[in-house]
């Protein structure tokens, strides 16, 4: 009796394994007819079956639905995620015979249509790619991303993380661009549009007052683009917005130092000498500077401001004075100091004739030293860039 009883159950349980197996097969038919919606439901109970549920082509299947689902218009992008989903629990249930079978690419027309080859993650890629470019051509950055994403979640390189944080950098979705960018310049491969990344990388983090890893990205660019100047301006300007004024004169004089003796870079540090209220040493760079461009209106405007600056101390410490022969030399001093200004300030105004920071000491240097016609009419052309009548 009991061996009667133990030959129905196992009788039983072949009977339930085989019925399931032939959901499974209904399923995979349902699927190659096209009828998704049948493949789905059969699939999805096969999946909650205990005979079958670790079965990885239960999850192909559902996945091939859901991914034939999205191709219908690739706008529903949930389709899309389902689809790559099902399709690592595929893999995470299969052997490596079956990742490779998902990963192998499809074959398409030149329509675009599927006419054989693999029908899983590629070809899910290339959709994704597809209906992302469509955004992208139109600067639907945000759009494009949101496909992109994805499609690097599936296979990233160089060239599809890059496209993914461009787009999400032109959305201004930085914390979304920031790991395709940082994982586009840590590749090894060589890829025409790196410099991009690093350009993205230091404007959002500048943008985010991150001066550290702003700082990071340009000396980086600096290594992998030595040719390229304007990383070491960048290098500049972060330092200086970063208040780090004695990292960046330091690193600008080892240049220096080393040979780097172009006009531009002792300008550079004559700037940011200024700024750090070294006027002397200001001085001494803006005029070698000179020496090598005479014609450089930024220099002179930097010779032309530590002169003011010095008359126009010297004139405040003047009006302190009791004693009129004491102040009258003083205000000579002070004259000095703005008649050596002035033929610097003229210079660079030759150059940049609307730059108010130049003019608006222009105008006071000439009324410092009785020039009143050249005084108004710096005046006059102050009031009309200001906007006034």
């Known amino acids: 009796m009991k061996k009667l009883f133990f030959t129905a159950l196992l009788l039983f349980f072949v009977a339930g394994v085989y019925g399931q197996k032939k959901v499974l097969k209904s399923a995979d038919k349902a699927l190659k007819k096209g009828e998704y919606a049948e493949a789905l439901t059969l699939a999805k109970q096969a999946s909650e079956n205990a005979e079958t549920k670790d079965d990885p082509e239960v999850y192909v299947i559902l996945g091939k639905a ?82 992109f994403d994805l499609s690097a979640k599936i ?117 940011l000498q200024y700024n750090a209220q070294d006027y002397p040493s200001a001085l001494e760079s803006a005029k070698k500077a000179l020496e090598l461009q005479p014609d450089y209106p930024d220099a002179s405007y930097v010779v032309g401001s530590v002169y003011f600056n010095e008359g126009v101390d010297i004139l405040k410490a003047a009006n302190d004075l009791t004693d009129n022969a004491a102040y009258d030399k003083k205000r000579e001093e002070a004259y000095a100091k703005f008649r050596l200004a002035l033929p610097n300030f003229e210079q660079a105004e030759k150059s940049k004739p609307n730059d108010l920071f130049i003019l608006n000491p222009l105008s006071t240097v000439y009324d410092q030293l009785g020039m009143d016609a050249k005084r108004d009419a710096i005046l006059a052309r102050i009031e009309a860039l200001e906007g006034g009548e």
Request: aromatic share 18%.
């Open 155 to 271: 296979k990233a390189d160089i060239i599809m993380n890059f496209y993914a944080g461009y787009s999400a950098y032109n959305a201004d979705l930085f914390e979304k661009a920031i790991p395709f960018y940082v994982a586009v310049v840590e590749s090894s491969e060589e890829f025409e549009n790196t410099n991009f990344a690093y350009n993205g990388l230091i404007d959002m983090y500048l943008s985010n007052k991150d001066f550290d890893n702003a700082l990071k990205y340009a000396r980086m660019a600096q290594k992998a683009f030595p040719e390229e100047k304007v990383y070491r301006d960048f290098e500049i300007d972060i330092l200086i917005q970063g208040d780090k004024l004695d990292e960046a004169i330091a690193g600008i004089q080892n240049n220096i130092d080393n040979g780097d003796k172009t006009a531009i870079l002792y300008y550079t540090l004559s700037f």
């Open 66 to 147: 859901k991914l034939y689902q999205f191709k219908a218009d690739m706008e529903q992008l949930d389709l899309a995620k389902e689809s790559f989903a099902y399709f690592n629990t595929a893999v995470e249930k299969g052997d490596s015979d079956l990742k490779e079978d998902l990963y192998f690419p499809p074959v398409m027309n030149n329509n675009g249509d599927f006419i054989g080859g693999g029908e899983g993650f590629i070809f899910l890629q290339n959709l994704l790619n597809k209906k992302g470019n469509e955004y992208f051509e139109v600067d639907d950055f945000a759009g494009a991303f949101k496909y």
